[in-house]
T-cell receptor, first 113, second 116 residues
Framework: EADIYQTPRYLVIGTGKKITLECSQT?????MYWYQQDPGMELHLIHY???????EKGDLSSESTVSRIRTEHFPLTLESARPSHTSQYLC????????????FGSGTRLTVV | GNSVTQMEGPVTLSEEAFLTINCTYTATGYPSLFWYVQYPGEGLQLLLKATKADDKGSNKGFEATYRKETTSFHLEKGSVQVSDSAVYFCALSGFAGGTSYGKLTFGQGTILTVHP
């Protein structure tokens, strides 16, 4: 039973369109993350948040932006999609404390044509 | 900084074979260690974890022991099934002060394919 939800699961969109990938969690976690996963499987952290009104860029530079207005919601937006944005995007959240780990959503597979 | 190194893949095995996927790490202090599994078309799921030296995490027949002396957390399973075919990620979470633990650092992932 998923406690973190990503929509849509699949999205095919034309170049230049604005898109928002949704991520919501019901666990009350303060920490949330966005990862981009390339075809070689490696995970790249692109954004994270440690609470409402807190957002930071991750290790991989990304043209996307994020917002955190509510604890449970952490959407990612691309103002103008390009083919280079084609990828799998994974959202995750975590609680506090040692050994908590992350809970991941099922991902959004984005294709920009 | 923290880093995780996994054995190169892909790994291909026959059903009922023994599985080992090596994972070594570099971190300061006493990190928590994790194995995640990703089935095709899905997000990552936590498979098992260990939070201190000599702890053994286990789940679904998989095991891994936190070895501080060798900075390793190798994943093992005695008899793999076709349904174990997936990508496996080793990860660590380092201590960030107080009661806070930092972002997970992931290995590069290892593809496992099990044939009947």
């Amino acid at each position: 039973e998923a406690d973190i939800y990503q929509t849509p699961r699949y999205l095919v969109i034309g170049t230049g369109k604005k898109i928002t990938l949704e991520c919501s969690q019901t666990m009350g976690h303060d920490k949330m993350y966005w990862y981009q996963q390339d075809p070689g499987m490696e995970l790249h952290l692109i954004h994270y948040s440690y609470g409402v009104n807190s957002t930071e860029k991750g290790d991989l530079s990304s043209e996307s932006t994020v917002s955190r207005i509510r604890t449970e919601h952490f959407p990612l937006t691309l103002e103008s999609a390009r083919p280079s944005h084609t990828s799998q995007y994974l959202c995750a959240s975590s609680g506090q404390g040692r050994g908590y780990g992350y809970t991941f959503g099922s991902g959004t597979r984005l294709t920009v044509v | 900084g923290n880093s995780v190194t996994q054995m190169e893949g892909p790994v291909t095995l026959s059903e009922e074979a023994f599985l080992t996927i090596n994972c070594t790490y570099t971190a300061t202090g006493y990190p928590s260690l994790f194995w995640y599994v990703q089935y095709p078309g899905e997000g990552l799921q936590l498979l098992l974890k260990a939070t201190k030296a000599d702890d053994k995490g286990s789940n679904k027949g998989f095991e891994a022991t936190y070895r501080k002396e060798t900075t390793s957390f190798h994943l093992e399973k005695g008899s793999v099934q076709v349904s174990d075919s997936a990508v496996y990620f080793c990860a660590l979470s380092g201590f960030a002060g107080g009661t806070s633990y930092g972002k997970l650092t992931f290995g590069q992932g290892t593809i496992l394919t099990v044939h009947p």
